[in-house]
């Protein structure tokens, strides 16, 4: 995905018994509560996937950076400022734009995540501060401290109901004319497992996958929404369908 193309945007029958619909709404009610249920400390999830597996086997991990995050720096979109890499997991993004010149924060929920991205910033020589939070949580308190804040393939690890919180928490971090990329998968991804709006991972992990028009509602009444549009990204097995979102606080 390029800076340009990220920018340039079987029924029942009326008869029919309606018992059998209210059955299928309680089937799904039922799944979902199961799944909240394994599936609701990320913490949990992410501080095995980091400590137990392999960068090579993390699927999200890859070493070279965005070509649409590329393309936002080399045409100067973005130039070197203060930068906050929202779940920087190990480091590779934050790293590559502290190459670049900005003054860089990343930001996990995971401590093994972030041990690997401060061990990768010493490898490369590179000064950047990482911080294990929760982007959820009331201790994420980088008051109005960046001009550009960016998440890759993070917000459908977040569930609809902590969205609000989780781009409010964004909000806050920036300066009034900061910008905002975000990318997360869309519901037209045919690269995942499953049917439906949330599905599983082979991690063990649960995703919500958005629409445009989710996305759009969710950012709005927060931030100016200059760029919104469905566009393919790379993925380590293969090219993923997101929802790619350039956003300014207002």
């Given at each position: 995905?390029?800076?340009?193309?990220?920018?340039?945007?079987?029924?029942?029958?009326?008869?029919?018994?309606?018992?059998?619909?209210?059955?299928?709404?309680?089937?799904?009610?039922?799944?979902?509560?199961?799944?909240?249920?394994?599936?609701?400390?990320?913490?949990?999830?992410?501080?095995?996937i980091y400590r137990d597996l392999t960068l090579d086997e993390i699927p999200w991990n890859l070493e070279r950076p965005?070509?649409?995050?590329?393309?936002?720096?080399?045409?100067?979109?973005?130039?070197?400022?203060?930068?906050?890499?929202?779940?920087?997991?190990?480091?590779?993004?934050?790293?590559?734009?502290?190459?670049?010149?900005?003054?860089?924060?990343?930001?996990?929920?995971?401590?093994?995540?972030?041990?690997?991205?401060?061990?990768?910033?010493?490898?490369?020589?590179?000064?950047?501060?990482?911080?294990?939070?929760?982007?959820?949580?009331?201790?994420?308190?980088?008051?109005?401290?960046?001009?550009?804040?960016?998440?890759?393939?993070?917000?459908?690890?977040?569930?609809?109901?902590?969205?609000?919180?989780?781009?409010?928490?964004?909000?806050?971090?920036?300066?009034?004319?900061?910008?905002?990329?975000?990318?997360?998968?869309?519901?037209?991804?045919?690269?995942?497992?499953?049917?439906?709006?949330?599905?599983?991972?082979?991690?063990?992990?649960?995703?919500?996958?958005?629409?445009?028009?989710?996305?759009?509602?969710?950012?709005?009444?927060?931030?100016?929404?200059?760029?919104?549009?469905?566009?393919?990204?790379?993925?380590?097995?293969?090219?993923?369908?997101?929802?790619?979102?350039?956003?300014?606080?207002?």
């Amino acid at each position: 995905m390029g800076t340009d193309e990220l920018l340039s945007s079987s029924s029942a029958s009326q008869h029919d018994p309606p018992r059998i619909e209210w059955q299928r709404l309680v089937q799904q009610i039922v799944a979902l509560s199961l799944n909240r249920e394994l599936f609701m400390d990320v913490k949990s999830q992410m501080e095995r996937i980091y400590r137990d597996l392999t960068l090579d086997e993390i699927p999200w991990n890859l070493e070279r950076p965005p070509r649409v995050l590329v393309d936002l720096v080399q045409s100067g979109r973005v130039s070197p400022c203060q930068a906050i890499d929202l779940g920087c997991g190990a480091g590779n993004y934050a790293v590559w734009l502290a190459t670049q010149g900005f003054d860089v924060t990343g930001i996990d929920i995971s401590p093994a995540a972030v041990a690997l991205a401060r061990g990768l910033a010493r490898q490369k020589g590179v000064s950047c501060g990482f911080v294990v939070a929760d982007l959820l949580g009331a201790e994420t308190t980088f008051d109005a401290s960046f001009d550009f804040a960016y998440d890759w393939e993070v917000l459908h690890h977040v569930l609809p109901e902590h969205r609000p919180r989780y781009v409010a928490n964004v909000h806050r971090m920036l300066r009034v004319g900061g910008c905002y990329l975000s990318v997360c998968f869309s519901e037209d991804d045919p690269g995942l497992p499953g049917e439906g709006k949330y599905r599983h991972t082979p991690l063990g992990t649960l995703l919500y996958l958005s629409s445009e028009l989710e996305m759009r509602d969710l950012f709005q009444p927060w931030f100016d929404v200059e760029a919104l549009s469905t566009v393919e990204v790379e993925g380590k097995r293969g090219p993923h369908r997101a929802v790619g979102a350039w956003l300014r606080k207002r």
